[in-house]
C-alpha cells in the first residue's frame, strides 16, 4: 500500500488575482483565457487553478487528487499500477445551494470544503465530503458543519500536525464579521467541524493561505504554529489546543509573499518569500528579532509569490520559486533554488529548471502555489517517487514526475 507525505506551496493572491472584498486571503470567479496549444492535455484545461489536495486511500477508493479550478472541484485517481493507469479529472458538484468552491483542507484522510453562496453578500459553509463506497466514483457533501453566526465571513482554511505522526490532524480556519468590513479583525477558528475555538489575530484583514509548523519557535522548544497570510503569525502548539492568547504578528520581511521549512536533521529553517525578489532565512526560536532575518537568495527584475521544499533532512537539498507580474516585472515561471549551509546558515542558489521546462508555456507565466507529492514506496517500479505541481492563474495545472532539478525533467499539462 502506497503511503504519501505532501507538501505545498502557497499563492501571494494579491499578484496574481482578482479578490472578493479586496482582501488577499479570498479568491474570486475568473473567467477563461485562451492559451496556445498546450504541450501535453489531459482533460482538466486550462484556467485558474488555485488549489490542490490528497486524499488518501481508503477502502476502494485509491489515492485521489481534488482540485479548485475556479470556483469548481474535480477529483482523479493519484497512481494505478502504472502511469497510463490514472483517471481523467470527474468534476465534484457542490452541495445544493451554494455557487461555487473557496478553500480545500484534508485532516488525516477526510476531505473539507468552504462553499460560497453570491449575491449582494456572500455567505459560506463549510462542509466534509462524503467519498463514494464505489471506486473512485464521486462522492458528495455533507451537511454544512459551520454556523458563524458572528464569524460568519470565512477566509482561510488549512489543517496542521501537532502530535508529530505525519498526519494533520488539526483543522484551522480564519474569518471575520460582516459587520466590521473586509479589513476587520481576524480570528482563527481551531477545528470549526467540531467543537470551534476561537483565538484572536494580530491586527486587521490578515487572512490565511496556509500554516506550518516548526518544533520550537521565540516562546523556545515548544511546537510552533506560523499562519502565513499578508503577514506572518504566530502561536504555541499548546495555545492552539488549549489556549485562549492571542496570536503575535513576526517581523517578515518587507514584501513578503510566503513560507516554508526547511530542515537540515533536527534543525529546522524559516525561509520566506517576497514581492520584490528577495529570499530570507532565520531560525524559528529568532523570527520575533527583525535584525535576524537574513537575505539568502534573490534575483532581479523578479517577484516571487510561492515556494516549495523538494527536498529536505542534509545541507544539501532543493526548493522550488515560483514567481508573478507586477506593474515592473513579468511572470517568469518557476525557478529551482538549490540549498546549502554557508557558516551554518542556509545560502540559496537560483537557476531556471532545465529538461523541457524552456520550451513549455509554464516559463512565462505566474506560479501561484506548489504541491509536492511523495510517493513512498510507488507501485511504479516499487521505489520512492516525488511529483511537483506548478498550478497557474490562467494555464491550469502542470507536473513534472520524479522532479529532483535534474537535466531530464518532465513538465506536462494536465
Given at each position: 500500500?502506497?503511503?504519501?507525505?505532501?507538501?505545498?506551496?502557497?499563492?501571494?493572491?494579491?499578484?496574481?488575482?482578482?479578490?472578493?472584498?479586496?482582501?488577499?486571503?479570498?479568491?474570486?470567479?475568473?473567467?477563461?483565457?485562451?492559451?496556445?496549444?498546450?504541450?501535453?492535455?489531459?482533460?482538466?484545461?486550462?484556467?485558474?487553478?488555485?488549489?490542490?489536495?490528497?486524499?488518501?486511500?481508503?477502502?476502494?477508493?485509491?489515492?485521489?487528487?481534488?482540485?479548485?479550478?475556479?470556483?469548481?472541484?474535480?477529483?482523479?485517481?493519484?497512481?494505478?499500477?502504472?502511469?497510463?493507469?490514472?483517471?481523467?479529472?470527474?468534476?465534484?458538484?457542490?452541495?445544493?445551494?451554494?455557487?461555487?468552491?473557496?478553500?480545500?483542507?484534508?485532516?488525516?484522510?477526510?476531505?473539507?470544503?468552504?462553499?460560497?453562496?453570491?449575491?449582494?453578500?456572500?455567505?459560506?459553509?463549510?462542509?466534509?465530503?462524503?467519498?463514494?463506497?464505489?471506486?473512485?466514483?464521486v462522492g458528495n457533501w455533507g451537511e454544512n458543519l459551520y454556523t458563524g453566526e458572528t464569524l460568519d465571513q470565512i477566509t482561510?482554511?488549512?489543517?496542521?500536525?501537532?502530535?508529530?505522526?505525519?498526519?494533520?490532524?488539526?483543522?484551522?480556519?480564519?474569518?471575520?464579521?460582516?459587520?466590521?468590513?473586509?479589513?476587520?479583525?481576524?480570528?482563527?477558528?481551531?477545528?470549526?467541524?467540531?467543537?470551534?475555538?476561537?483565538?484572536?489575530?494580530?491586527?486587521?484583514?490578515?487572512?490565511?493561505?496556509?500554516?506550518?509548523?516548526?518544533?520550537?519557535?521565540?516562546?523556545?522548544?515548544?511546537?510552533?504554529?506560523?499562519?502565513?497570510?499578508?503577514?506572518?503569525?504566530?502561536?504555541?502548539?499548546?495555545?492552539?489546543?488549549?489556549?485562549?492568547?492571542?496570536?503575535?504578528?513576526?517581523?517578515?520581511?518587507?514584501?513578503?509573499?510566503?513560507?516554508?521549512?526547511?530542515?537540515?536533521?533536527?534543525?529546522?529553517?524559516?525561509?520566506?518569500?517576497?514581492?520584490?525578489?528577495?529570499?530570507?532565512?532565520?531560525?524559528?526560536?529568532?523570527?520575533?528579532?527583525?535584525?535576524?532575518?537574513?537575505?539568502?537568495?534573490?534575483?532581479?527584475?523578479?517577484?516571487?509569490?510561492?515556494?516549495?521544499?523538494?527536498?529536505?533532512?542534509?545541507?544539501?537539498?532543493?526548493?522550488?520559486?515560483?514567481?508573478?507580474?507586477?506593474?515592473?516585472?513579468?511572470?517568469?515561471?518557476?525557478?529551482?533554488?538549490?540549498?546549502?549551509?554557508?557558516?551554518?546558515?542556509?545560502?540559496?542558489?537560483?537557476?531556471?529548471?532545465?529538461?523541457?521546462?524552456?520550451?513549455?508555456?509554464?516559463?512565462?507565466?505566474?506560479?501561484?502555489?506548489?504541491?509536492?507529492?511523495?510517493?513512498?514506496?510507488?507501485?511504479?517500479?516499487?521505489?520512492?517517487?516525488?511529483?511537483?505541481?506548478?498550478?497557474?492563474?490562467?494555464?491550469?495545472?502542470?507536473?513534472?514526475?520524479?522532479?529532483?532539478?535534474?537535466?531530464?525533467?518532465?513538465?506536462?499539462?494536465?
Amino acid at each position: 500500500m502506497k503511503t504519501r507525505t505532501v507538501l505545498s506551496g502557497a499563492a501571494l493572491a494579491a499578484v496574481t488575482v482578482f479578490l472578493f472584498g479586496c482582501t488577499q486571503g479570498t479568491q474570486g470567479i475568473f473567467s477563461e483565457l485562451e492559451q496556445e496549444e498546450k504541450i501535453f492535455s489531459n482533460n482538466l484545461g486550462d484556467g485558474l487553478v488555485a488549489e490542490l489536495v490528497l486524499l488518501p486511500s481508503s477502502g476502494d477508493n485509491a489515492p485521489t487528487y481534488v482540485v479548485r479550478k475556479g470556483v469548481r472541484l474535480s477529483q482523479r485517481r493519484a497512481v494505478q499500477d502504472d502511469r497510463s493507469g490514472e483517471g481523467i479529472w470527474q468534476v465534484i458538484q457542490p452541495p445544493p445551494g451554494r455557487t461555487g468552491a473557496q478553500f480545500l483542507a484534508v485532516t488525516t484522510d477526510t476531505l473539507y470544503g468552504v462553499y460560497f453562496t453570491g449575491g449582494n453578500s456572500l455567505s459560506f459553509g463549510l462542509y466534509e465530503y462524503q467519498r463514494n463506497p464505489e471506486a473512485n466514483a464521486v462522492g458528495n457533501w455533507g451537511e454544512n458543519l459551520y454556523t458563524g453566526e458572528t464569524l460568519d465571513q470565512i477566509t482561510g482554511l488549512s489543517a496542521v500536525d501537532l502530535t508529530g505522526d505525519g498526519a494533520a490532524e488539526t483543522l484551522l480556519m480564519t474569518a471575520y464579521a460582516r459587520s466590521t468590513g473586509t479589513s476587520g479583525p481576524r480570528s482563527l477558528v481551531v477545528n470549526p467541524h467540531d467543537t470551534p475555538r476561537t483565538l484572536a489575530m494580530d491586527g486587521g484583514g490578515d487572512d490565511m493561505r496556509r500554516a506550518v509548523v516548526t518544533t520550537s519557535g521565540p516562546a523556545g522548544a515548544e511546537s510552533t504554529v506560523w499562519i502565513v497570510g499578508n503577514g506572518l503569525q504566530y502561536t504555541t502548539a499548546t495555545n492552539i489546543t488549549s489556549g485562549s492568547a492571542a496570536l503575535t504578528l513576526a517581523p517578515a520581511p518587507v514584501g513578503f509573499s510566503d513560507l516554508a521549512v526547511y530542515r537540515v536533521g533536527t534543525t529546522e529553517w524559516l525561509i520566506a518569500t517576497t514581492v520584490g525578489g528577495d529570499i530570507y532565512a532565520v531560525a524559528p526560536e529568532n523570527a520575533d528579532d527583525a535584525d535576524a532575518w537574513q537575505e539568502v537568495g534573490s534575483r532581479s527584475g523578479t517577484s516571487f509569490t510561492t515556494l516549495a521544499v523538494v527536498s529536505d533532512g542534509t545541507a544539501e537539498g532543493l526548493l522550488v520559486f515560483g514567481t508573478g507580474a507586477t506593474r515592473s516585472v513579468v511572470s517568469r515561471g518557476l525557478f529551482d533554488g538549490a540549498f546549502s549551509l554557508v557558516d551554518g546558515f542556509p545560502s540559496i542558489s537560483l537557476r531556471e529548471p532545465r529538461g523541457n521546462y524552456s520550451s513549455t508555456q509554464i516559463r512565462t507565466t505566474s506560479v501561484d502555489r506548489f504541491f509536492v507529492d511523495r510517493i513512498t514506496p510507488a507501485d511504479i517500479d516499487d521505489v520512492e517517487t516525488l511529483r511537483l505541481f506548478a498550478l497557474t492563474p490562467n494555464l491550469g495545472l502542470f507536473r513534472a514526475d520524479d522532479y529532483s532539478g535534474g537535466a531530464d525533467e518532465t513538465w506536462i499539462s494536465e
